[in-house]
């Protein structure tokens, strides 16, 4: 007899999110998040990416989630259904998430470290142009980029806020990070970089007194910071659940037509 995974609902405060998870709630003997094996939640991407924090923030190692989409996009979830549910834990194909680690240098010395699943962004907090030093394994690359702010983002999230700011879509497996520049100013003609993963990335704010600049990993944000230092943290990988005609990475790679 197979085993059968013990399993933990978690849903959007939305309405068709909470309809979903009464519509589920005999479907199987659901148990506590820090006992499951496998996660399901329901909602869009953005309760995706508060499910996947969370992972993160349990001390034993991340457990894989299935989403079904009860949002708008849904571009991380599978299609709501009811039923089958078993069936479909039994076929889904598991892709693997590395998020970034950001550590955010304040301007009073404060060190604050924060994972990332989709882009650390940097931005300006006031109407003064950001100015900012951008340095890669320990060289300077840019000694100063004037602009609204900066992203670094993963595959995973290169479809998101990078893709708003004409960044780069990256195919998952890709190896590789987007370095995206947000309403760059001077150099004029830099438009970004794609980078390997393995790469150091460290961001220093020049002026922070005059021209202070927050960071944001995810949805959290560090305001006045000096200095920013970004990298892949292999550590804490994270993995997502789909359904086999889901097929995210090919997904991706469409997003890449669409007009």
């Excluded at 197979?2 to 005999?26: K, M």
Aim: aromatic share 4%; glycine share 6%.
């Amino acid at each position: 007899m197979s085993h059968v995974l013990r399993r933990a609902l978690l849903a959007s405060p939305t309405a068709p999110a909470r309809a979903a998870a009464d519509a589920l709630a005999d479907a199987c003997d659901w148990c506590p998040l820090d006992e499951a094996e496998v996660v399901i939640a329901l909602g869009g991407d953005g309760f995706m990416l508060q499910t996947l924090h969370r992972m993160l923030e349990r001390r034993t190692p991340p457990v894989p989630v299935f989403g079904m989409n009860l949002g708008t996009v849904g571009f991380l979830m599978n299609e709501w259904r009811q039923h089958g549910l078993d069936e479909r834990l039994a076929r889904a194909r598991p892709f693997k998430v590395t998020p970034l680690q950001m550590s955010a240098t304040g301007i009073d010395g404060r060190i604050h470290t924060l994972p990332a699943i989709n882009e650390v962004s940097l931005l300006r907090e006031t109407r003064q142009t950001a100015k900012l030093e951008v340095t890669v394994n320990g060289r300077i690359v840019l000694p100063e980029l004037a602009c609204d702010g900066i992203l670094v983002a993963t595959p995973a999230g290169s479809t998101a806020y990078n893709f708003s700011a004409q960044g780069p879509i990256l195919p998952l497996g890709s190896g590789m990070l987007a370095l995206t520049p947000i309403s760059p100013f001077r150099p004029r003609r830099w438009r970004g970089a794609i980078l390997p993963d393995k790469a150091r990335i460290s961001l220093r704010v020049l002026d922070p007194g005059k021209r202070p600049v927050s960071a944001v990993a995810d949805q959290r944000e560090v305001r006045d910071v000096a200095q920013v230092d970004i990298s892949m943290d292999r550590q804490r990988e994270l993995t997502l659940l789909f359904d086999p005609e889901h097929a995210l990475d090919d997904r991706i790679t469409m997003e890449q037509f669409i007009a």
